[in-house]
């Protein structure tokens, strides 16, 4: 784009936009962010806090499409597709099943990688600007139901070269040294080292707090109606004001359907909806935990204990269905027999915004030097937001890596209506 701009906005203040505004801040650009709800919301703050750059990769692994198809059956499963016809989600569903092959995967994760590169400096740096999450560095630990299926999901992460702890699968006594809050349900499992958990509302307040005091516009209940672009600027409308700037950046999780709607394009995003909810516990985990089987993550925030998990594909991302929580507990309650199921707190769902691919969509819209996307992060958006921030703000200056760029193009899913 020439001239480089001067003004921003950012349409989404969940921790992508956040993070975008951050890094066009740092670039020198007047940043605006509109949010529809509150700054955090959506998907960004009841999520597990995972930052594990060593272990990204797409959700369509080879044989995904055929666990969906079961769990449409199955409530309870934890990969759930809701039955109701729709056509948008059919569309969706068909495209994850067709790169849902290991090619495919093989691809998207190596893609994923690059992205990610320098997760952790960049975690770092923002803590040195006071951007805190309360990090975890020590770990993960997997857990499973038995030696077999442990061996096999450490035999997965070997292929991704995964930094992992060098005693190989623990049993027994072992296993129970290494995290004592854990139940008999868990009877092997195995160390995944260097990788941080966050509390993820702590990050976020904690990013939006450092770009007040950098400058940053942030404007809570704003909901976009309209996206104008033409004559040098960009106009944004919104339920709190009309705002004007050079450039705009869509960052709003699945709700970029709908502002990339008011220009006239269809983007190819459906809503990966997540649950969580808080427990107390006699003894807290010492790092996060993965339940392996059970598809479902304990991490340890502040007195309790938060459970997260599922994936849930469905029409309507704002509804809660309680027993997706229940199925949730059923999942994990064998793990933890320390934690007061009874005494649930902070439950939550979050709608994550899914691509076919498992990509996200960050850059220019096809024709539309001035509107650029950064959305579809799947179940990576915190940790993969200060790369993106970075990447986008690379794009309006000039100075982004045209290599790393090209793979995340928003073209490949963009249409006009």
């Known amino acids: 784009m020439s001239p480089s701009p001067s003004s921003v906005l950012v349409i989404g203040g969940g921790v992508v936009g956040l993070a975008c505004a951050h890094h066009l801040g740092r670039a020198g650009l007047t940043v605006t962010v509109l949010e ?32 969906a198809l079961t769990g449409v059956f199955r409530p309870d499963s934890p990969l ?67 030696q077999k299926e442990a061996s096999h999901g450490l035999a997965g992460f070997r292929r991704l070269d995964a930094p992992l702890a060098p005693e190989g699968v623990l049993r027994g006594a072992a296993l129970a040294e290494a995290e004592p809050a854990l139940g008999t349900a868990a009877r092997a499992g195995f160390l995944v080292e260097r990788q941080w958990a966050v509390d993820p509302g702590q990050f976020v307040d904690t990013l939006a707090e450092r770009l007040r005091r950098d400058g940053a516009e942030l404007v809570e209940g704003a909901r976009v109606t309209a996206v104008r672009d033409g004559a040098g600027r960009v106009e944004v409308r919104t339920t709190a004001g009309t705002f004007e700037a050079d450039a705009v950046v869509i960052a709003a999780g699945v709700w970029s359907r709908e502002v990339c709607a008011s220009l006239g394009i269809r983007i190819e995003v459906a809503a990966g909806k997540g649950y969580s909810f808080s427990v107390p516990a006699e003894t807290l985990p010492r790092r996060l935990v993965h339940l392996g089987s059970a598809k479902a993550v304990l991490a340890p925030l502040g007195e309790g204990v938060r459970v997260a998990g599922t994936m849930e594909f469905d029409r309507d991302p704002d509804r809660f269905r309680r027993g997706r929580v229940e199925a949730l507990v059923a999942a994990a309650r064998p793990y ?27 850059g220019p819209l096809p024709g539309r030097p001035r509107v650029l996307l950064a959305t579809g992060h799947n179940m990576l958006g915190l ?29 490949r899913w963009v249409c006009r209506t």
């Open 36 to 67: 529809r709800d509150r700054l955090g919301s959506g998907a960004s703050r009841g999520n597990a806090g995972e930052i594990c750059p060593d272990l990204v990769e797409p959700l369509g692994a080879p044989g995904v499409a055929a666990k």
């Open 80 to 146: 759930w597709i809701n039955p109701v016809p729709s056509l948008p989600l059919l569309r969706f569903l068909t495209r994850l099943g067709l790169h849902s092959t290991a090619r495919h995967h093989t691809a998207g994760a190596t893609a994923l990688a690059a992205l990610a590169e320098d997760t952790f400096g960049m975690f770092e740096e923002l803590e040195a600007l006071g951007v805190d999450g309360g990090a975890g560095k020590d770990g993960f630990l997997f857990a499973y139901p038995s």
């Open 336 to 362: 933890l027999p320390g934690a007061d199921w009874e005494r649930r707190e902070q439950e939550w769902m979050g709608p994550r915004p899914m691509t076919p691919d498992g990509l996200p969509l960050i």
């Open 383 to 411: 940790m993969l937001a200060p790369a993106t921030g970075r990447l986008v703000a690379g794009l309006l200056t000039g100075s982004a890596d045209p290599g790393l760029a090209a793979r995340f193009a928003p073209g």
